[in-house]
């Protein structure tokens, strides 16, 4: 089967976006969670696509016995 990645708030560029409104404020603000959102969102991200590679690479092995 196939397997999409669905829509989903895209938490880097959230990040990227409050970082730069951080710097034109002055405002100081905790992005630990954020952060910690964005890394594992990152690393399922990866073991996903790796999963998606890896059932391409098998699919490209199947063939019929004839």
Known sequence: ???YLIDSVD????????KKLINLTGINVDLSEIEEVARK???ET??????LKREKKEEGRLG???
């Open 1 to 3: 089967g196939e397997t």
């Open 11 to 18: 938490v880097k560029a959230a990040l990227a976006v409050i």
């Open 41 to 43: 969102v990152g690393e």
């Open 46 to 51: 990866k073991r996903i696509l790796r999963g």
């Open 64 to 66: 019929y016995i004839s």
